[in-house]
C-alpha cells in the first residue's frame, strides 16, 4: 500500500509563510503488524523549501518470528524480508524437528551395543564435541566467518553456560536413575513451562493469551501421548524428591538457553557484523561444560554405580566396546556405526537449536524439540533394526498428537489487528 504523496507547488523564489511552524504528517498503517510508513514534511519560516527532494521516505518492517512478539528483527527495504525471515524460522523449526527425532531413535539404538556402558556413551559425547566444535570453529575462523571480535568476547557468560549444562546434567542423570523411563518425558515438559518464566523475567519478554495457550497445549498433548502408554502410577513409583530433582534439571537446561539467547542479543547490539557465530558459543560452551563435568567426575560416576577407582578401567572396556574389538566386544554388534551416527545427529540436533535461538527464540526452540517426542513415539513403533519387536502405539497417541498440533497453531496464529485511524492532516 503505498504511501499518500504531497505535492507542493513552489516558484524559484519560494513562498512566504506566516512566523508559526506548520508540520505536514501522515501515518500509515501497513498491511503487516507493527509495519508503518512515515512521511513528514517540515515547512518553517525560512523563505525557501529547502530538501524537498531530500525527503526521507523509510519503510521500517519489525517482524517476529513465528508471532514471537519480543524476538524483533528490523529490516530496512519491505516486507519481503519479514517473509523471508518467517520462512528461514519455519524451515529450522522443521530441521530441528527432523533432527530432535533422530536424536531420540538413534540414541536408543547406540544403547544397544553399549547398553553396559551408557556413562561412556555420555562421556565420549562430552569430549568429543569440544574437539569437534573447535576444530569446526579454526576453520571457520581460517575463513573469516569468525572474527577476532567475536573471540574477544566476555568469556564469563560462556563459563556460566558451562556450568549450567554440567549442573542440568548432573541433576538429570541422578533423577534419571531412579525415575521409569515414562515419566521423564513428561516431567521435561517443565523445561517449557521454565523457559516461559524465565524469559519473563530476564528478557522482559511478554505473551499473548494464544502463545500460552499453544504451549500449554503443546506440553498437554505431549503428556497425554507419553502417559496413555504407561501405567497410570508410574508417576508415583518414585519418591517426590526424584521428581523435583528431575524439575531443577531442566530449570538448569531452561535457564542454559535463555543465557544463550541473552548472548545472542547482546552480541547483535554490540557487534558491527550484526551478532557472533553459534560455533564460539558451542565452542566455549562445551569446554566449559567439559571442565566442570571433569570436577564432577566422581560424583556423576558413583550415580552410575561405578567407583571412582574403577571408572579407568570402565572407560577402557567401554572404548573397546565402542571400537568392537578385543574379547570383550562380545554382545556389541552394531558399533561403532550406531554411537557415531548418533554422536553425528546428536551434534547437528545441537546445532540446529542454537541456530533457531539464534534467529528466533529460546521458547521456539523448545516447542520445536517437544514436538519430536510424539513423533519419536511414532517411529518407535515401526520395526527399526537392532530393537527387535516394534511397540505398540500408545492408546492416547492420536488424540495426544491432536492437541499438540493445535497448540502449535494456536501459538502461531496471529489475531488481525484493525489499522487505526490516521492522524489528522495541518493545512496552512
Known amino acids: 500500500m503505498a504511501a499518500t504523496s504531497h505535492r507542493i507547488s513552489a516558484s524559484s523564489t ?6 508559526r511552524r506548520r508540520v505536514f504528517s501522515e501515518t500509515q ?22 530538501a524537498l527532494n531530500r525527503v526521507e521516505k523509510r519503510k521500517l518492517i519489525c517482524g517476529y518470528a513465528l508471532q514471537d512478539n519480543n524476538k524483533e528483527e528490523c529490516f530496512d527495504g519491505g516486507d519481503g524480508k519479514d517473509r523471508d525471515r518467517r520462512v528461514e524460522v519455519a524451515a529450522a523449526a522443521v530441521v530441528t524437528m527432523g533432527l530432535g527425532v533422530g536424536n531420540r531413535v538413534l540414541y536408543k539404538l547406540a544403547l544397544v551395543p553399549l547398553k553396559h556402558y551408557p556413562f561412556f556413551l555420555a562421556q565420549l559425547a562430552t569430549f568429543g564435541y569440544v574437539v569437534v566444535y573447535f576444530s569446526i570453529l579454526h576453520f571457520r575462523y581460517r575463513a573469516g566467518i569468525v572474527t577476532d571480535e ?10 556460566a553456560v558451562g556450568l549450567l549444562e554440567a549442573l542440568g546434567a548432573a541433576c538429570g542423570m541422578a533423577a534419571g536413575a531412579v525415575l521409569s523411563g515414562a515419566s521423564i518425558p513428561i516431567l521435561s515438559q517443565s523445561f517449557l513451562v521454565w523457559q516461559i518464566i524465565l524469559s519473563y523475567l530476564f528478557l ?20 497425554v501421548t507419553v502417559a496413555s502408554g504407561s501405567s497410570a502410577g508410574s508417576l508415583m513409583e518414585a519418591d517426590l524428591f526424584w521428581s523435583l530433582l528431575m524439575i ?11 543465557l544463550k539467547e541473552v ?3 547482546d552480541a547483535a547490539k554490540k557487534f558491527k557484523i550484526g551478532s557472533v557465530d553459534l560455533f564460539v558459543i558451542n565452542s566455549y560452551g562445551s ?3 567439559a571442565l566442570f563435568i571433569c570436577i564432577l567426575l566422581p560424583f556423576l560416576s558413583r550415580l552410575w554405580g561405578i567407583p571412582f577407582h574403577q571408572l579407568p578401567n570402565y572407560l577402557s572396556d567401554g572404548a573397546a566396546c ?7 566386544s562380545s554382545g556389541c554388534e552394531g558399533a561403532p556405526l550406531l554411537p557415531v551416527l548418533f554422536c553425528i545427529v546428536n551434534m547437528a540436533y545441537n546445532i540446529s537449536l542454537l541456530h533457531l535461538i539464534k534467529i528466533s527464540s529460546a521458547v521456539v526452540s523448545s516447542l520445536a524439540s517437544t514436538v519430536s517426542v510424539p513423533i519419536s513415539v511414532f517411529v518407535f513403533t515401526l520395526p527399526l533394526p537392532y530393537l527387535g519387536v516394534a511397540s505398540s502405539l500408545p492408546s492416547g497417541f492420536i488424540s495426544g498428537a491432536v492437541v499438540l498440533v493445535m497448540g502449535m497453531l494456536i501459538y502461531a496464529w496471529t489475531p488481525s489487528t484493525p489499522p487505526p485511524m490516521p492522524s489528522h492532516v495541518t493545512t496552512p
Open 29 to 50: 498503517f501497513l498491511s503487516y503488524p507493527n509495519q508503518w510508513a512515515t512521511e513528514t514534511i517540515v515547512l518553517t519560516t525560512n523563505r525557501r523549501i529547502e
Open 14 to 19: 519560494g513562498f512566504r509563510f506566516r512566523r
Open 150 to 159: 567475536m573471540l574477544s568476547m566476555p568469556k564469563a557468560p560462556l563459563l
Open 263 to 265: 548472548i545472542f542479543l
Open 248 to 258: 531443577v534439571s531442566f530449570l538448569f537446561q531452561a535457564a542454559d538457553t535463555i
Open 204 to 223: 522482559g519478554r511478554r505473551y499473548k493469551f494464544n502463545q500460552l495457550l499453544g504451549c500449554f497445549l503443546v506440553a498437554f498433548g505431549v503428556i
Open 322 to 328: 565402542f571400537l568392537n574389538m578385543s574379547t570383550i
Open 287 to 289: 569446554a566449559f561444560q
